[in-house]
Structure formats: structure tokens, C-alpha cells
């Protein structure tokens, strides 16, 4: 079974400029959730979306969104960007309620603002 | 409220000689214990879970860790290091939330260098 993909793996944006990231969970799993990894600020929780309603959210400002797709894909956009933005961005998905409920995570999207 | 401490950013070893890589979990609900391993330049890979039950743990490429509730511990432990395992460590904390919604709590991560 394929693993959680996100594209692009890497990103140049200038600050300002908004920018979507996309993540195709591993088949059947309904679970979408992103994080943002900073040398900084570690491993933060952005948000998780299921059945394509965004059911939890972590502590980050309006400029962070995303979205779920009936196929259970996910977007995150950011907008108007900051320096402060660059990061690793990592999605991870699972399936709720079964015995390997558990999030698997994608490679990641690095971005970097200038 | 959730969080994790691991102590020791850095943790070196030789080749051969155990690893002990250590953290402590704050969790008002019964947790659920995590560790995950990072390559450079690649997402995080699971070794091992915690969810209830026996409280030793294996997981995947020889790890294991052990649940003590008393100590609000979960520390890896590995017997014999390979050069391969030089890598970053994070452990991560969750209970679910009544709407099932899962959210990690990681710690700040041990990286891990085995020498020759």
C-alpha cells in the first residue's frame, strides 16, 4: 500500500505571497492532520480534518487554512506569508477506530520564505 | 493539558552499547505514548505505541520502551546500536478528544549520533 504523499517536497515563496500544499493520504484513511516543524518551535499540530470537516485545531493564526476533498486528500494554504513561516510541513493520516489507528506521516514539504 | 520533556537534545553512543533515549509525559487524561524516528530530510517513521495494556512495548528495528505511569515515563531503549539508528527521536503524547479527534503532542527531540 502507498504511503501519505505531499507535494510539492520543496518551496521557494517571497513574503507576502500565499501558497497550497497538498497531501494524499495512504488509501482508505479518512484522518488528514498537518503539522509544522521549526528548528524553534519543534512539532506543532496545525489542524486535523475527517470526512472533510475540520474537527480540531491547534494555535496558529487565521493565515493558516486548509481544506479535505471527498477523497480524502487535503490542502493547507497559508497566506500573506511570513519569514517566520519557513518550515517543514508534515501531514500525517489514519483510520479512526481500528486496531492501527495511528498517524503515518508523509515526507513533508519543506518551504522557505524570502 | 499535554506535554512532553526529553532529556538530552543530543545523546551519543558508541556502536554496540545501549541506547537509552529519555521521556517524561504530562497528560490529564490516560495518555497515549508515541515514539517516532526522523531521518534527514524525510517525515517521521513509528517505531512504537502505547495505548493500554502490557506496558513494555517492542517496536520496530530491535526498540522498546516501558510505560511507568508512576514515574509519567516512556523511555526508548535499544540494547545494541547500530550505526544506522543515528538519527532524531521524538516522543509524542495524544488522548483523543470526545469527538475522536487525535492531536501528538511531540517533545523537542534527541538526536542521536552512534560512533564507530
Known amino acids: 500500500k502507498a504511503g501519505v504523499t505531499q507535494t510539492p517536497r520543496y518551496l521557494i515563496k517571497t513574503r507576502g505571497q500565499q501558497v497550497t500544499l497538498s497531501c494524499s493520504p495512504i488509501s482508505g484513511h479518512r484522518s488528514v492532520s498537518w503539522y509544522q516543524q521549526t528548528p524553534g518551535q519543534g512539532l506543532q499540530f496545525l489542524f486535523e480534518y475527517f470526512s472533510e470537516t475540520q474537527r480540531n485545531k491547534g494555535n496558529f493564526p487565521g493565515r493558516f487554512s486548509g481544506r479535505q476533498f471527498s477523497n480524502s486528500r487535503s490542502e493547507m494554504n497559508v497566506s500573506t506569508l511570513e519569514l517566520g513561516d519557513s518550515a517543514l510541513y508534515l501531514c500525517a493520516s489514519r483510520l479512526p477506530g481500528t486496531v492501527t489507528d495511528t498517524q503515518y506521516f508523509g515526507p513533508g514539504t519543506r518551504l522557505t520564505v524570502l | 493539558a499535554q506535554s512532553v520533556t526529553q532529556l538530552g537534545s543530543h545523546v551519543s553512543v558508541s556502536e554496540g552499547a545501549l541506547v537509552l533515549l529519555r521521556c517524561n509525559y504530562s497528560s490529564s487524561v490516560p495518555p497515549y505514548l508515541f515514539w517516532y524516528v526522523q531521518y534527514p530530510n524525510q517525515g517521521l517513521q513509528l517505531l512504537l505505541k502505547?495505548?493500554?495494556?502490557?506496558?513494555l512495548v517492542k517496536g520496530i528495528n530491535g526498540f522498546e520502551a516501558e510505560f511507568k505511569k508512576s514515574e509519567t515515563s516512556f523511555h526508548l531503549t535499544k540494547p545494541s546500536a547500530h550505526m544506522s539508528d543515528a538519527a532524531e527521536y521524538f516522543c509524542a503524547v495524544s488522548g483523543l478528544t470526545q469527538g475522536g479527534s487525535e492531536k501528538l503532542v511531540f517533545g523537542k527531540g534527541t538526536k542521536l549520533t552512534v560512533n564507530p
Open positions: 502505547y495505548t493500554t495494556g502490557a506496558t
